[in-house]
């Protein structure tokens, strides 16, 4: 079974960078991951994907400040966040897709004006 971990969240201010791992309990390429994000009051909602054969996708909001990139050696999974903004701020989520979605438990980010 794919687990997923979370890690590199916390309190940035406006115009600073993070970044996120996911460690994952399996192998990253022959997974489609994704990291997804989460407001208070608002649905999930994605952020970056990279498939199996490293094709990325963005969000329109993230577009040009975020990468999301694999180190299969590692079985991790990065999301670099630059030029972040307020509205930015949600918990985010590391997604793994195999024949169904896993989830690790979130990290979450906050970024202040």
């Known amino acids: 079974q794919v687990q997923l971990v979370e890690s590199g969240g916390g309190l940035v201010q406006a115009g600073g960078s993070l970044r996120l791992s996911c460690a994952v309990s399996?192998?990253?390429?022959?997974?489609?991951m994704g990291w997804y994000r989460q407001a208070p009051g608002k649905q999930r909602e994605l952020v970056a994907t990279i498939t199996s054969a490293a094709s990325t996708n963005y969000a329109d909001s993230v577009k040009g400040r975020f990468s999301i990139s694999r180190d299969n050696a590692k079985n991790t999974v990065y999301l670099q966040m630059n030029s972040l903004k307020p509205e930015d701020t949600a918990v985010y989520y590391c997604?793994?897709?195999?024949?169904?979605?896993?989830w690790g438990e979130g990290t979450l980010v906050t970024v202040s004006s």
């Open positions: 399996g192998t990253v390429y022959r997974l489609r």
């Open positions: 997604n793994a897709f195999q024949f169904m979605d896993y």
